[in-house]
């Protein structure tokens, strides 16, 4: 698939997976501890506290049933912050369960016996508690961490998705891309992460067990123990090494646009990464700015949510998308006016400004095989009109629901498709030619739409409103640097229709990286 | 000195009683054993006196205060208490579980020390063997031992045994037995024994209550029950061994 051997391109990417280990320790170990600091007391709480049982044990278990995605976005719109915050809290409350769980199983497993003795000998409420059934119910109590934080390592992964970093970040990407091997290069170390995790507080809880008269001072077990109890700790003080050592990488919430940086972020597919790759390297080259990478957040509102809270600087919209996933408004179909209108809304109601556009428009198109449309001569969407009840479709799940998307669709060109799949856009393409679905609807300027042989469907009735990109920057920003605008207009026009399909085909069939297709372009359009 | 007097006790309010109606007392370096079968109430009745279970009527008082107005962690820990499932501490040493009721306490360490060493040899065990293992290691004989050592600890005037003995071989028993009557002369401590076993009974009661649910049959010296039975109950409790002593004889015949 690529030309690159597997050693080189984990070598290359060396430095980073070290940060992204980083992070992914700093998430699973930060989350752990305070699921462990409130799930304890809440599981000694419910313990001592009858009533309280089934609300606790039951509000817990149903944080537990929330689709992780679902509560990372919940928490996004609840705390107006990405990053590491929601995510951490995230990773807390799904780590709950089983040590709020643990504790009281294990507080109450304690033999009556020896709580009859305990209490027999004149120990107080407190001391029965603290001297012996907590010491006995250990064992139990560190099973449920285990469990929590081995869990926590697996859905660390999404965090990611909102700018948190970690090795989802590699998966994320891998997805974005269509790329196997960065999908691997998260998943695996992942998995190993998962393993070293369970081994550590293995050999914590082996090292918080009474000492055994074989264990003399000097004994291999004498000197293991105290390595034993230090595992954990240790993890965590690896990870904030690797968090700290190479600060370049990383995704702490910046000091936004003060002491000179500038923030660019993307949302998480192919087009974006390249151009959020050009509005850096511009900015880069024609400003002193020092420009960070926020790069692959997981949708145009935790985009706009982040830009509003001024996490992030600027990052590309559509000009489609502002218009009605942002702005609620109808659909204009006019390019100039559409643009026009977002950038008065945006000037007006969000203090930020729309620059000028790429050039390029970047619609939905309905797309089948390139084979089906010669057999059947489609050329246009009203074309599909007879065979659609026999047709299967494949949308993403955005497109199935937004108003400019299906519902829409079908009811302007006044048909609908005899069955609906939600696919990822990732996998949209691959699904139609391989037939598992007819139809998609593929963004015009993909490059897998050549790379797998498709044909876009003319929309003959204008339904699509337009999508041109441009920067949307903050106006705080531009006022104080206003370089930043001067630089982002050599971008202005520069891509058509054809050429941003040709970088995306770069990247997404070629596998080349963002960052070099897009250094490559502005070299040879003499921009840097 | 313990006595008790007119004590009932119900768990169910009062349908049934565990207790009913008792009163007796125990005289100061006295051992008064508790002689019934299971559910007879006498478990229950010594539970009462360290207030592990409270008396639905009547009054308890211990070293001439009631109970009733006596914190129970204070109470408990002038009272040593051989319980019978042992219940040592798993998660401690035998010398922490020996030392807990003076640590409890707020003796020093040393003092701690020094006292469960001397009581660890008082019940046969050798400290430097003994003191640093966990009960897991130890026979069953071994942890009453120390369940023992651990009532002695605080050198409490009260000793509350509930058949500490029952779950060992016949033996072991005999010799703890003997064990217990020679540390009775050397401690002169107040002892409620509960066993339903009357050689145990005999053995080592200076008086014996006799319960048969939930009432006294006789309260007596051995003597005294032996030659004038109270009851057809207690005649024939003391009749049955006899016989089968007898039978026993016939088979080695």
Known sequence: MSAEPWITFVSDHLSELWIRTGEHLILTGFSTISALLIGVPLGILIFRNSWLRGPALGGVGILQTIPSLAMLVFLLALLQKIGVLPAVIALTLYALLPIVRNTFTGLTGVSPQVMEAAKGIGMTEGQQLRMVRLPLATPVIVAGIRTAAVVSVGIATLSAFIGAGGLGQFINRGLALYNTRLILLGAVPAAMLALLVDFAIGSFEWGLRPVRKQDKPGSARAIIRPVALMMPLLLIVIGLFAYFTQPSLGTRPASVSNGGTVTVATKNFTEQLILGELMAQVLEAKTDLNVIRRFNLGGSMICHGALMNGEIDLYAEYTGTGLTAILKAPVIADPEKAFYYVKAAYRKQYDAEWLRPFGFNNTYAITVRTQDAKQYGWHTISDLKEAAPGLKAGFTAEFAERPDGYPGLSKAYGFEFGGIRDLDPSLMYEAVSKGEVDVICAFATDGRIAAYRLTPLKDDLQFFPPYHAAPVVREAVLAEHPEVEQALSLLEGILDDQTMQQLNFEVDAKKRDAGRVASEFLKKKGVI | ?253
Not at chain 2, 134 to 159: H, I, K, M, N
Not at chain 2, 199 to 227: M, P
């Open chain 2, 1 to 253: 000195m313990i006595q008790l007097r007119g004590v009932s006790k119900t768990f169910d309010g009062g349908t049934s009683y565990a207790v009913k109606d008792l009163s007796f007392q125990v005289e100061a370096g006295e051992t008064v054993v508790l002689l019934g079968s299971s559910g007879c109430g006498k478990t229950t009745t010594l539970k009462m006196i360290n207030r592990l279970v409270e008396p639905t009527h009547g009054h308890i008082e211990v070293g001439g205060e009631d109970v009733m107005n006596q914190d129970p962690a204070l109470l408990r820990r002038r009272i040593g208490y051989v319980f019978q499932g042992i219940g040592l501490f798993p998660h401690m040493t035998i010398e922490q579980n020996v030392g807990l009721v003076p640590r409890l306490l707020g003796w020093s360490a040393r003092k701690r020390g020094e006292r469960v060493r001397e009581l660890l040899r008082l019940v046969g065990l050798a400290p430097e063997d003994y003191a640093d293992r966990f009960s897991e290691a130890l026979s069953g004989g071994q942890q009453q031992r120390v369940g023992v050592a651990r009532a002695l600890a605080a050198d409490p005037a009260y000793l509350l045994m509930d058949e500490p003995f029952g779950a060992l071989d016949a033996l072991t028993r005999e010799a703890l037995q003997q064990e217990l009557l020679g540390l009775k002369k050397k401690l002169e401590k107040t002892i409620i024994f509960v066993t339903h076993d009357i050689f145990e009974a005999l053995l080592l009661g200076d008086r014996i209550v006799i319960l048969h649910q939930g009432n006294v049959q006789q309260i007596g010296t051995k003597k005294e029950i032996l030659s004038a039975p109270a009851t057809p109950f207690v005649r024939d409790l003391f009749g049955k061994p006899a016989k089968q002593l007898a039978d026993f004889k016939d088979i080695l015949k």
